[in-house]
Every structure is written in structure tokens, then in C-alpha cells.
């Protein structure tokens, strides 16, 4: 898809998300099989990608999924840096452990959460692409805050998939 915004909801997948005991970062593998395969389907390892996310364990996992070619990173270390293409995996599912990570949840002008979908949001140049569960982290929300804002205009905004047709191409 060449659209500037693209909104991949993976609701209706119910991908299993991981943490370590006692640790708040997680980790999604079934996100991060679809990121792989969206990359080959927006450019292959020839074009100007990067997934980024907030945890770390899952941009280790995408890094190594994806190949040398392709950057991942964490949005707190891609800061000051920019791809073509950005891929913006949110991680947390419906399937997640414990309650939704504050980065989220806490989502107040200037809160740590606003910040870091800023900063993921403004790495791309050409396009962003967001690999979320819509159900998880936006429609069950109570605020209305800078997250919020930036979930619903995503919606109304992006083209929408569903993972199976962003995965398949049809």
C-alpha cells in the first residue's frame, strides 16, 4: 500500500503478549511475524524501513526477524533519527498480561505516553504504519487525552487492514 497513514488492527487475532515476572516490558510474536511480512509486502529489504516499538524485547525480536537490512529499535533510541517507511508495533494485545502499560494508559498532554507516540509518529517520512490492537489499547478507553487523539485520528485518518489482508496483500 502506498497510503501515508495505515492502520493494521490485529483486534480479531488475539496475539498472545509475554513479559518477564515482575518486569513491565513485553514482547508479541505474533506482531512481529506480521511486521516481517507487511515489510517484504511495503518494499522488501530495499527500502527506507524501520520498526520501532516501545519495549525493547520486541524490537530485539524484530530486529532478528527482519534482518540487517531493516532497522528496529525502540522508540526511546530511534529519537532524532527518521525512515521512509515506519512500522510502529504497540505490542499490547487484548491477550496481554496485567493491565494495559501506562505508556498507554497514561496518555495526558506531556505524559510519557504522549511523548512516545509523538516521537514514534514523527520518525516517518513518507509513511507510518501502526501494528495495534485497536480494542486493546483505544476502544475501551475512558480519557480523552493526547493518545486518544492520536488513536481515533488514526482511525478516520489511516487505511485500514485487517492483519490477514496486510499480511496477504489482498
Not at 40 to 54: E, T
Not at 123 to 146: E, N, P, T, W, Y
Amino acid at each position: 500500500p502506498d497510503d501515508a497513514l495505515i492502520l493494521i488492527d490485529t483486534s480479531n487475532l488475539g496475539p498472545r503478549v509475554s513479559r518477564r515476572h515482575g518486569q513491565w516490558s513485553r514482547l508479541n510474536v505474533a506482531h512481529a511475524q506480521i511486521a516481517t511480512a507487511l515489510a517484504q509486502r511495503l518494499g522488501g529489504n530495499g527500502s527506507d524501513l524501520a520498526f520501532i516499538s516501545p519495549f525493547a524485547p520486541q524490537a530485539k525480536i524484530l530486529g532478528s526477524l527482519a534482518g540487517e537490512s531493516i532497522r528496529a529499535s525502540t522508540v526511546h533510541r530511534y529519537q532524532g533519527s527518521e525512515a521512509g517507511i515506519v512500522v510502529f508495533d504497540a505490542v499490547d494485545s487484548s491477550q496481554s498480561v496485567g493491565r494495559l502499560h501506562p505508556w498507554f494508559a497514561d496518555g495526558g498532554l506531556g505524559s510519557d505516553g504522549a511523548r512516545l507516540v509523538n516521537v514514534a509518529a514523527s520518525r516517518a517520512k513518507d509513511q507510518l504504519v501502526l501494528l495495534a490492537d485497536m480494542s486493546r489499547i483505544h476502544r475501551g478507553r475512558q480519557d480523552v487525552d493526547a493518545i486518544a487523539r492520536f488513536l481515533r485520528q488514526m482511525e478516520r485518518q489511516a487505511t485500514s487492514y485487517q492483519w490477514q489482508a496486510a499480511v496477504s496483500g489482498t
